[in-house]
């Protein structure tokens, strides 16, 4: 039986997803990846590669990251390309027992300011906690320009200090809320004393942002002194496990706090349908939703703004309401007025 051919429309559909990285994602944060991003688009052997993989591993982030994972960065578009050429299967089987669970603990930065506006004391669910560490917001340091926040209490281990540009309308809080619960969801947890584990981490950050990875490393040793409980959950699962998965996890957390459930960059990789359900969960639940995902994730959000939002940027938003836009990376926020 031969494989049957990719045809055009898929070819179509890669380049456009690769060229989307290259221009909104990559463009101005990491030239090499920009770069390995319109080779794609520009290669029949590599939009082959690409096109031989199940719908979620097509991901730019995942395919890059496979590659530097086994054979390290490459040089330029020629190495790479000539590095998949040479080595299609460790690659494909690099790509399909990882995944991108970019664990960006600068994202912090952007939340905080909700946070703090929150009745204390705060407990903490994150949904796609990765290894947890966006569950730390009160272990950081920061660094807004015109503002800086200390640790809570601060750890045997440094403290990193994640820099965020805030505009002037951001409430910038004077200190860390006080946080007496957290705990984390994720499909496949990760294990902060688990050292592949944690370089497979350092491996999603970027090319070109060395600084990023460092502060990487700064929070898995701060998360390795007193790990947050992170449970395997599926929100994608069938209607029983997806029903049962969050509120039992919820049913932990102290009464006398505010319970607070989390996401960044995490619902754009389930349906719409399973958004809305999630949405409707957290509602029962009783908690305050904070959501940073990106624009179209929950239009039904992004439909309240006045203008289109900003292709580049997360729409950060609480309880279904847009209360800022924000970096990826939790590397600015605009507070909308």
């Known amino acids: 039986m031969t494989r049957r051919e990719p045809d055009e429309r898929v070819f179509e559909e890669i380049r456009g997803r690769y060229l989307h990285f290259a221009e ?20 029949e052997p590599l939009l082959r590669f690409v096109a031989a993989l199940p719908g979620a591993k097509k991901q730019p982030n995942l395919v890059f990251a496979a590659v530097r994972h086994l054979y390290g960065t490459p040089k330029d578009t020629r190495h790479f390309a000539a590095l998949v050429e040479q080595n299609p299967a460790p690659i494909r089987l690099a790509i399909f027992s990882h995944g991108t669970q970019t664990n960006e603990p600068g994202r ?28 730390l917001p009160d272990r950081y340091a920061y660094d807004y320009g015109r503002a800086q926040v200390e640790p809570a209490w601060p750890g045997a281990s440094p403290s990193p200090v994640f820099p965020c540009r805030a505009n002037e309308a951001t409430p910038i809080p004077p200190r860390a809320p006080r946080i007496a619960w957290r705990a984390g969801m994720d499909v496949n947890p990760v294990d902060v004393s688990d050292l592949e584990a944690s370089r497979w981490l350092e491996t999603l950050v970027w090319p070109g942002d060395e600084a990023r990875a460092a502060r990487l490393r700064a929070a898995l040793a701060i998360a390795r002194e007193s790990p947050p409980e992170v449970v395997q959950g599926d929100l994608t699962a069938d209607p029983p496990a997806r029903i049962s998965d969050l509120p039992a996890l919820a049913a932990k957390a102290p009464r006398d706090a505010t319970l607070v459930v989390f996401h960044s960059a995490v619902l754009a990789y389930v349906s719409p349908e399973d958004r ?32 289109p939002p900003p292709e580049d ?10 209360v800022a836009f924000t970096g990826p990376h939790g590397q600015s926020i605009d507070w909308l007025a």
């Open 24 to 43: 909104h994602e990559a463009r101005g944060v990491s030239p090499l990846y920009e770069e390995l991003a319109r080779a794609v688009a520009d290669s």
């Open 108 to 135: 912090c930065a952007v939340l905080l300011p909700v946070l703090a506006r929150l009745p204390e004391p705060l407990a903490l669910l994150e949904v796609g906690a990765s290894a947890g560490l966006c569950l």
């Open 313 to 322: 940027r997360f729409l950060l938003a609480v309880d279904g309401d847009p």
């Open 276 to 307: 809305r359900e999630f949405a409707e969960m957290v509602k029962e639940l009783g908690a305050v939703w904070i959501s940073n995902e990106a624009p179209r994730v929950f239009p039904g959000i992004a439909a309240k703004l006045p203008d």
